[in-house]
């Protein structure tokens, strides 16, 4: 049975169909401290040590499926950051990090849902790559002059928010949003923005968990 597109492409049905949990996001947790200078340094790597799994099962879920005409406009390995995170993660709380912080429930479920995304032809992982990918190369470059002055970080603990293999974020992001319309002519839009505003859905509860624990008294 064909599938009846709707006349907006991809791309701006995911920006206007999540623009009021985009806008949650920014209010809601420890990224709204963040975003306000109230973020404490402990917290900070708890917010990253939990990003890394939903990262690890993103880029393991598009490598798996870059041959795919849905995936091959776009030059991944550039975007990827769990390798950026690790090193971060490595400058603030020491090589065995991932022993160190806990990885809350939270960061759990969110993983498992990006992991998921890529059964099938992987058309879902479009939508977590949307909800992250974008949001490092725009907000992020925001988040990271915050970042660096409030928690006093050095550039060796600021790898997640640059892109070496990426000269123009401008340029970039125009052909990202270009290869998101050209493949939701081939796809459901629906089917992927539903996943977008459940991502968005995750990463909130995500960022209020680690608000809970960055806030909780010491015992």
């Known amino acids: 049975m064909d599938i009846v597109q709707p006349s907006s492409d991809l791309s701006s049905l995911l920006r206007e169909g999540t623009r009021e949990q ?7 947790g420890f990224v709204a401290d963040l975003l306000r200078g109230r973020g404490g340094r402990d917290g900070y790597a708890l917010f990253l040590r939990n990003l890394v799994p939903a990262y690890t ?3 393991r879920g598009l490598e798996r499926h870059r041959a795919s005409p849905l995936f091959q406009a776009i030059d991944w390995p550039a975007l990827y950051r769990a390798d950026a995170l690790a090193r971060d993660l490595a400058a603030l709380a020491g090589a065995g990090w ?13 993983a498992d849902r990006v ?13 977590h790559a949307y909800t992250r990918y974008l949001g490092d190369l725009s907000g992020g470059q925001v988040v990271v002059r915050l970042v660096g002055r409030s928690l006093g970080l050095g ?3 600021l790898a997640f928010y640059r892109f070496p293999g990426i000269a123009d974020p401008d340029t970039f992001k125009a052909g990202f949003r270009r290869a998101l319309d050209a493949a939701g002519r081939r796809i459901d839009p629906a089917a992927v923005l539903d996943e977008a505003i459940r991502a968005f859905e995750l990463n909130i509860a995500l960022s209020e968990a680690v608000q809970r624990a960055d806030r909780a008294p010491e015992r």
């Not at 985009?22 to 809601?28: D, K, Q």
């Not at 160190?100 to 939270?106: C, M």
């Not at 099938?120 to 992982?125: A, F, V």
């Open 22 to 28: 985009h806008a949650r996001a920014e209010r809601s």
């Open 98 to 110: 991932a022993d160190a912080l806990a990885l809350l429930p939270e960061g759990g479920r969110y």
């Open 155 to 157: 550039a060796d603990a």
């Open 57 to 59: 099962a993103l880029e």
């Open 115 to 127: 992991a998921a995304a890529g059964d099938g032809d992987g058309h879902r992982l479009l939508a």
